[in-house]
């Protein structure tokens, strides 16, 4: 977990440094190229004005003069607005009034000075003066009366944009810094639950205790998956319950059968001391021993086997399996079974586990109604009175001795049995199954007294 905080840190501090350092850049480009047009445009405007002002008006060197008293000269109109410095140079190129500091004279400067051509002008890029650098223009005053250079100074707006540029960095250092602070904090409080999420499924592999509570708080995916993982812990243990229920009831069960054969196989010793009468009892409660043995085998089998069912769902029509049923349940006891059906019975469900759900309920009822005469109905209904799609609802109706009104919410636990049905055949497990199936389904159980004697028992489905 201390790797997936790391990442996230890490992850964290790196897209904030990309983007903190893109947005530097880019601000930093932009702000020094408008910086660097900016004063090229001042002076390249000073250098136009001054070229139009000797081309419209004949002036010479002293028209430029430092010196002046009223500040209104031509050389004050290209100071004022512009913050650049000038140079007067006379004929040839001889320096007529310094400028602060003195610009460099070369051989191009000085032709410039002896040109006729008043506005000509002859540009330096860059020109180091006293250690600084500066962009110089040098333009004719015309009839070879000298020339004007101005002087712009970049060299301290360089150094200015490399303090922004040195800020830039800190800026960005300090960002990157915050964001992985940020980064760690961040991933600290979302792998916090994680964390916890991990301690517990660690204490369930090594406890093997499914009961532990998982903390789960927020509502985000971290929640989520606390909540999944907690609902998973109380369904596996749920299955572990009743895995252990099955065992303990299935072991009970099983005592007294068991009890009763080894008694009757220790008798099989002394057979031939027995009157033949008693030998035909003997060998009789073996077979109906070993018979109910068997059956409650394959009920546990189906039971267990109900829990972990792996049939796959398709499309049926429960109706036409409770006539499938009702056949074979036929000819097996001979009784009159009959079938009703209303409304749209087709469900989403297993064959098997459904068709041994309504099996179970028909074996009930012929049980308890062993000497009855009027048929067993099974009763399909899919629909509500007003044709509305509801539960698809399955009854099978009997007119046995019914069951007593403590018993009925008791009936469909596992080997319970009441008090008529304790001297009867079976393991107390078809009911169960019966419950098993309709909540695998989606549905539920019930059991009521039929009016006029017998019982209703069934299930919903959907």
Excluded: C
């Excluded at 008043?118 to 500066?134: F, M, N, S």
Aim: glycine share 10%.
């Amino acid at each position: 977990m201390s790797s997936l905080r790391a990442t996230f840190t890490v992850s964290f501090a790196a897209v904030a440094a990309a983007v903190t350092v893109l947005v530097g850049f880019l601000s930093y480009d932009a702000a020094a190229r408008l910086v660097r047009v900016d004063q090229q445009t001042v002076f390249a405007g000073v250098v136009q004005d001054l070229r139009v002002q000797v081309r419209e008006t004949p002036l010479g060197p002293g028209d430029f003069s430092s010196t002046d008293p009223d500040h209104d000269g031509p050389l004050d109109d290209i100071i004022r607005p512009s913050r650049t410095d000038v140079q007067v140079l006379g004929p040839g190129g001889v320096i007529a009034d310094q400028g602060k500091p003195v610009l460099p004279v070369d051989t191009h400067d000085r032709a410039i000075a002896g040109d006729g051509t008043a506005g000509k002008v002859e540009e330096h890029k860059e020109v180091d003066v006293a250690g600084d650098r500066y962009r110089v223009a040098t333009v004719a005053l015309g009839g070879g009366r000298g020339a004007v250079q101005v002087a712009q100074q970049f060299s301290d707006t360089e150094d200015l944009l490399r303090e922004l540029q040195q800020r830039t960095v800190l800026l960005v250092g300090a960002v990157v810094i915050a964001a992985g602070l940020f980064g760690w904090w961040l991933a600290r409080r979302i792998t916090r639950r994680l964390v916890r999420l991990a301690g517990a499924a660690e204490d369930v592999a090594r406890t093997g205790r499914l009961g532990i509570q998982v903390p789960v708080t927020g509502y985000d995916e971290v929640a989520r998956l606390g909540r999944s993982f907690d609902r998973m812990l109380g369904r596996l243990a749920q299955s572990e319950e009743d895995q252990r229920r099955l065992v303990q009831d299935a072991g009970h069960e099983l005592r007294t059968p068991l009890t009763s054969l080894r008694t009757n196989i220790s008798m099989l010793r002394r057979i031939d001391e027995l009157p033949p009468a008693a030998r035909e009892e003997l060998v009789a409660d073996l077979a109906l021993e070993s018979r109910e043995l068997t059956d409650l085998v394959n009920e546990l089998v189906a039971l267990a086997a109900g829990q972990s069912d792996t049939e796959p769902v398709r499309r049926l029509d429960l109706a036409e399996l409770a006539e499938d049923v009702a056949i074979v349940a036929r000819r097996r006891t001979g009784r009159d079974i009959t079938v009703r059906v209303s409304g749209d019975t087709a469900v989403d469900g297993r064959p098997t586990a459904l068709q041994r759900a309504i099996s179970n309920l028909l074996e009930n009822a012929t049980k308890f109604d062993r000497g009855g005469k009027a048929p067993i109905e099974i009763e399909v209904t899919g629909s509500d009175v007003l044709g509305r799609p509801g539960p698809v609802r399955v009854e099978v109706l009997d007119r046995g001795p019914g069951i007593a009104e403590g018993d009925l919410v008791r009936i469909f636990d596992r080997f319970y049995r009441t008090a008529d049905a304790r001297s009867l055949p079976g393991s107390g497990l078809g009911l169960s199954i019966v419950r098993e199936v309709a909540t695998a389904h989606g549905g539920t159980p019930f059991a009521r007294r039929r009016e006029g004697g017998g019982t209703v028992i069934g299930f919903t489905v959907g």
